[in-house]
């Protein structure tokens, strides 16, 4: 059982940085994707960043257009961990984060995702 757990959420004002993580455990992630999405009450969760990786074509990353040039995904392959900085906050940024695992990022949605952590930024 794949077990996907995120921690680093909390409270900064706008302009501050945080950083997400997420651990994955259960199965060996050799080929596969990680990402983040977030979500608002009352609205669909939405992406944020994905990382996907395999032995033949290397690290691809993909951002929404909002947060290109303020957060930066990166995985750290010996602990099956993705993290996310996120810098330059922005109250419009705050929101639950999700992590999801999955095959690849366009499938992400369909894997196993995290509890989620809370993200608010004040203005």
């Known amino acids: 059982q794949v077990q996907v757990v995120e921690s680093g959420g909390g409270l900064v004002q706008a302009g501050g940085s945080l950083r997400l993580s997420c651990a994955a455990s259960?199965?060996?992630?050799?080929?596969?994707?990680m990402g983040w999405f977030r979500q608002t009450p009352g609205k669909d969760r939405d992406f944020v960043a994905a990382?996907?990786?395999?032995?033949?074509?290397?690290?691809?990353?993909l951002y929404k257009d909002s947060v290109k040039g303020r957060f930066t995904i990166s995985r750290d392959n010996a602990k099956n961990t993705v993290y996310l900085q996120m810098n330059g906050l922005k109250p419009e940024d705050t929101a639950v984060y999700y992590c999801?695992?999955?095959?690849?990022?366009?499938?992400?949605?369909?894997?196993?995702w995290g509890q989620g952590t809370q993200v608010t930024v004040s203005s």
């Open positions: 259960g199965r060996t992630f050799t080929d596969a994707a």
């Open positions: 999801a695992v999955g095959v690849t990022i366009a499938t992400l949605q369909s894997g196993y």
């Open positions: 990382i996907s990786w395999s032995s033949w074509s290397g690290d691809t990353t």
